[in-house]
T-cell receptor
Framework: AQTVTQSQPEMSVQEAETVTLSCTYD???????LFWYKQPPSRQMILVIR??????QNATENRFSVNFQKAAKSFSLKISDSQLGDAAMYFC????????????FGAGTRLTVKP | DGGITQSPKYLFRKEGQNVTLSCEQN?????MYWYRQDPGQGLRLIYY???????QKGDIAEGYSVSREKKESFPLTVTSAQKNPTAFYLC??????????FGDGTRLSIL
């Protein structure tokens, strides 16, 4: 079964600086999707960014970008120009292309943004 | 606005009692999901449904039951057989291979 590991339970960053959250995954599949979700104190899960495994180009969404290393099975999230509103739990998730319902989440990284 | 509505936000269960968590979506999504979230853990799949009147067990289905009588609705019942029901429950929906959209969640506690 696929597993997702987030090795950083907590991270902190100074406002306006850059932070990188780590994620590794284990799979034998060649085609899949990877996601980063943000969960603020309101507890709603918000999609931040997604990456299709067949795409070599790293996904970017405004201040959020990923470093997708398929061979290393690594999928890190970089947040540039951190803002106070970025403070939240961040979850890395893997979804199989062969089974749309098979979605695996990491344990999460709590990001604190210091003013 | 389209979205997923979960109710109630907070729910308390007495010993031996079944409780039902509501999940309604107006996104016209075919698939719906229920996840459980415990502190320090990621989301774990309880049940999912791809079409009306059909649903499948996820990784931690024991002590839970669901129904899918309408496309828009996917209620989750936490039965008395679930011995450790205290958790945050999230409902999600999706269409085809698009990302899952989540509701705001329900926090269930034991009295």
């Amino acid at each position: 079964a696929q597993t997702v590991t987030q090795s950083q339970p907590e991270m902190s960053v100074q406002e306006a600086e850059t932070v990188t959250l780590s994620c590794t995954y284990d799979t034998s599949e060649s085609d899949y999707y990877l996601f980063w979700y943000k969960q603020p104190p309101s507890r709603q899960m918000i999609l931040v960014i997604r990456q299709e495994a067949y795409k070599q180009q790293n996904a970017t969404e405004n201040r959020f970008s990923v470093n997708f290393q398929k061979a290393a099975k690594s999928f890190s999230l970089k947040i540039s120009d951190s803002q106070l509103g970025d403070a939240a739990m961040y979850f890395c998730a893997y979804r199989s292309s062969y089974n749309n319902n098979d979605m695996r989440f990491g344990a999460g990284t709590r990001l604190t943004v210091k003013p | 606005d389209g979205g997923i509505t979960q109710s109630p936000k907070y729910l308390f269960r007495k010993e031996g009692q079944n409780v039902t968590l509501s999940c309604e979506q107006n996104l016209n999504h075919d698939a719906m999901y229920w996840y459980r979230q415990d502190p320090g853990q990621g989301l774990r799949l309880i049940y999912y449904s791809q079409i009306v009147n059909d649903f499948q067990k996820g990784d931690i289905a024991e002590g839970y039951s669901v129904s899918r009588e309408k496309k828009e609705s996917f209620p989750l019942t936490v039965t008395s057989a679930q011995k450790n029901p205290t958790a945050f429950y999230l409902c999600a929906s999706s269409i085809m291979m698009e990302p899952q959209h989540f509701g705001d969640g329900t926090r269930l506690s034991i009295l």
